[in-house]
């Protein structure tokens, strides 16, 4: 799995700050919670001090899944279902690959992988004008024939 | 497709839009928007519904006694980040800096927006006020006291960003020649939102200016007027080196066992025990470290008074100064109110030059 976080010259121990285990057991009392009452979480691991190295221990142990998605939405996003059926990473770069932000969602789906009615309704009238004007008709049956 | 208002109608969901940024980018930036603003993420639909809807405000920026390195710190990020998409949707009608306007017609564009907007608008303030001699420091012959007067009256809100604007800064350190304050020093009658930080984190500045455009309001503040979400914890608090204090691990020199070992930087000078802000969890440079993740020791920037702490690498033996002076003043008009403020200071500068202290070479060695 990529990750974006800047190396640093300091020795690591073990649990520098004592947060990675307790996050884990939250994820698995998150997990619980979803699999009982369908309900959602969403942990913002900006939130929580953790030392250099600590954040790539949590998602090593996390790790990776059948599912990884690419958005490319002001800058790219990366979700990925870890190693834990219902348990995702997401993680959100601007377009110079800086994290922007990184969350753990345990959930069925991230929210931001389905498509939104706001966009739907602008990507029908889009493809309402395109057919109107007939371009993209004409275009293809042109490349087709090319 | 329905039409997009422009002008001051204009909505934040207007200016995304104007910008071909979809549902789903929206998402995203409400996403870490409400990271940035340290809000639980069940917050994100909350947030998604105030900001499309939340209209321009009407933002006018003085610069007074200062180094620029506040509106650097805003406008340094290059690509689309959440400062600057924030930064867009505020309708930003006077920063000497940055707009293009110059002399009289700058001047021009203050009023009018000052008349325009009058009760409603936003002012940021970064830089402190000299008191000293009105000469020390003016924008097109208009003394700092007297714009600041003349501004703050119609505004709905002030913000003072950076330490110098919140607290006095760098020109109020001792022995303070040009008698600097404040905007709090002056501004009695305003509510005034600290953002100190030499310079604060971008995302500060900016996660304040997008509380006012969600809720409409000043976020919660501390006992010294800082914003509690960014502010309300200390940097030791949330150290990721705290464990380490806590076993009585500490580095004693720059290049050490200790130092090497990420271990407490407390016995260097590290003020983060008494210093209040966001960069332990935000961080600089869109989340890249701070710091103490360098190795530095906290210099404690946004705290009051923080370049007379008692040296930067002096271990911190009882919190800096206190800072809760202020001055007391009746309706009696804001002339009367600068005079007494002047006065104080002249008080303050005497005692300023008598306690000046020096951080030597020495010092640093130790």
């Given at each position: 799995?990529?990750?974006?976080?800047?190396?640093?010259?300091?020795?690591?121990?073990?649990?520098?700050?004592?947060?990675?285990?307790?996050?884990?057991h939250?994820?698995?009392?998150?997990?619980?919670?979803?699999?009982?009452?369908?309900?959602?979480?969403?942990?913002?691991?900006?939130?929580?001090?953790?030392?250099?190295?600590?954040?790539?221990?949590?998602?090593?142990?996390l790790?990776?899944?059948?599912?990884?998605?690419?958005?490319?939405?002001?800058?790219?996003?990366?979700?990925?279902?870890?190693?834990?059926?219902?348990?995702?990473?997401?993680?959100?770069?601007?377009?110079?690959?800086?994290?922007?932000?990184?969350?753990?969602?345990?959930?069925s789906?991230?929210?931001?992988?389905?498509?939104?009615?706001?966009?739907?309704?602008?990507?029908?009238?889009?493809?309402?004008?395109?057919?109107?004007?007939?371009?993209?008709?004409?275009?293809?049956?042109?490349?087709?024939?090319? | 497709?329905?039409?997009?208002?422009?002008?001051?109608?204009?909505?934040?969901?207007?200016?995304?839009?104007?910008?071909?940024?979809?549902?789903?980018?929206?998402?995203?930036?409400?996403?870490?928007?409400?990271?940035m603003?340290?809000?639980?993420?069940?917050?994100?639909?909350?947030?998604?519904?105030?900001?499309?809807?939340?209209?321009?405000?009407?933002?006018?920026?003085?610069?007074?006694?200062?180094?620029?390195?506040?509106?650097?710190?805003?406008?340094?990020?290059?690509?689309?980040?959440?400062?600057?998409?924030?930064?867009?949707?505020?309708?930003?009608?006077?920063?000497?800096?940055?707009?293009?306007?110059?002399?009289?017609?700058?001047?021009?564009?203050?009023?009018?927006a000052?008349?325009?907007?009058?009760?409603?608008?936003?002012l940021?303030?970064?830089?402190?006020?000299?008191?000293?001699?009105?000469?020390?420091?003016?924008?097109?012959?208009?003394?700092?006291?007297?714009?600041?007067?003349?501004?703050?009256?119609?505004?709905?809100?002030?913000?003072?960003?950076?330490?110098?604007?919140?607290?006095?800064?760098?020109?109020?350190?001792?022995?303070?020649p040009?008698?600097?304050?404040?905007?709090?020093?002056?501004?009695?009658?305003?509510p005034?939102?600290?953002?100190?930080?030499?310079?604060?984190?971008?995302?500060?500045?900016?996660?304040?200016?997008?509380?006012f455009?969600?809720?409409?309001?000043i976020?919660?503040?501390?006992?010294?007027?800082?914003?509690?979400?960014?502010?309300?914890?200390?940097?030791?608090?949330?150290?990721?080196?705290?464990?380490?204090?806590?076993k009585?691990?500490?580095?004693?020199?720059?290049?050490?066992?200790?130092?090497?070992?990420?271990?407490?930087?407390?016995?260097?000078?590290?003020?983060?025990?008494?210093?209040?802000?966001?960069?332990?969890t935000?961080?600089?440079?869109?989340?890249?470290?701070?710091?103490i993740?360098?190795?530095?020791?906290?210099?404690?920037c946004?705290?009051?008074?923080?370049?007379?702490?008692?040296?930067?690498?002096?271990?911190?033996?009882?919190?800096?100064?206190?800072?809760?002076?202020?001055?007391?003043?009746?309706?009696?008009?804001?002339?009367?109110?600068?005079?007494?403020?002047?006065?104080?200071?002249?008080?303050?500068?005497?005692?300023?030059?008598?306690?000046?202290?020096?951080?030597?070479?020495?010092?640093l060695?130790?």
């Amino acid at each position: 799995m990529t990750t974006h976080s800047v190396q640093f010259n300091i020795q690591i121990g073990d649990d520098l700050t004592w947060n990675v285990a307790p996050l884990l057991h939250e994820v698995k009392h998150a997990l619980d919670n979803l699999i009982k009452n369908n309900e959602t979480t969403i942990i913002d691991l900006r939130s929580i001090p953790l030392a250099p190295g600590e954040e790539d221990k949590i998602l090593n142990i996390l790790g990776q899944g059948e599912i990884k998605a690419q958005l490319y939405a002001l800058g790219q996003s990366e979700i990925i279902e870890t190693q834990y059926a219902g348990v995702w990473i997401v993680s959100h770069y601007n377009d110079e690959n800086e994290i922007m932000g990184r969350f753990i969602e345990i959930t069925s789906m991230p929210d931001i992988l389905c498509s939104q009615t706001e966009d739907m309704i602008e990507a029908r009238n889009h493809l309402s004008e395109s057919l109107k004007e007939g371009q993209n008709i004409h275009e293809s049956s042109v490349e087709k024939s090319a | 497709m329905t039409d997009i208002p422009e002008g001051k109608d204009e909505t934040l969901g207007d200016v995304l839009r104007q910008r071909g940024i979809s549902r789903r980018s929206f998402l995203k930036f409400c996403a870490t928007t409400a990271s940035m603003m340290a809000l639980p993420p069940s917050m994100i639909p909350t947030i998604a519904h105030a900001l499309e809807r939340a209209k321009k405000p009407s933002v006018i920026w003085l610069s007074f006694q200062e180094c620029t390195g506040c509106t650097e710190s805003l406008t340094r990020a290059h690509s689309v980040t959440i400062e600057n998409l924030i930064f867009d949707s505020i309708s930003l009608d006077y920063h000497h800096t940055l707009q293009a306007a110059s002399g009289h017609a700058a001047e021009e564009a203050r009023m009018a927006a000052m008349e325009e907007n009058y009760g409603k608008y936003l002012l940021v303030v970064d830089g402190s006020i000299p008191l000293g001699n009105p000469g020390y420091s003016t924008i097109a012959g208009i003394s700092n006291y007297d714009m600041l007067m003349e501004t703050a009256k119609g505004a709905a809100a002030i913000i003072s960003v950076g330490t110098c604007a919140a607290y006095g800064g760098i020109p109020h350190a001792k022995p303070n020649p040009t008698g600097a304050v404040s905007v709090g020093e002056i501004i009695k009658d305003k509510p005034i939102i600290n953002v100190p930080g030499c310079p604060p984190i971008p995302v500060v500045i900016t996660g304040v200016l997008t509380h006012f455009l969600t809720f409409g309001t000043i976020p919660e503040l501390d006992h010294i007027g800082r914003p509690k979400v960014f502010y309300g914890q200390s940097i030791h608090d949330r150290c990721y080196r705290r464990t380490f204090y806590d076993k009585g691990q500490f580095a004693e020199t720059f290049d050490d066992e200790g130092a090497r070992k990420g271990w407490c930087l407390y016995k260097l000078g590290c003020k983060g025990p008494t210093t209040y802000n966001a960069c332990a969890t935000t961080k600089w440079n869109n989340g890249t470290s701070f710091p103490i993740e360098s190795g530095h020791p906290c210099l404690g920037c946004s705290e009051p008074e923080f370049w007379d702490g008692g040296g930067f690498y002096k271990a911190l033996s009882m919190p800096t100064e206190d800072i809760s002076k202020t001055v007391i003043y009746t309706a009696a008009g804001a002339v009367a109110a600068g005079v007494a403020i002047g006065a104080i200071q002249k008080g303050r500068k005497n005692s300023a030059v008598a306690s000046h202290s020096k951080t030597t070479i020495d010092d640093l060695e130790k």
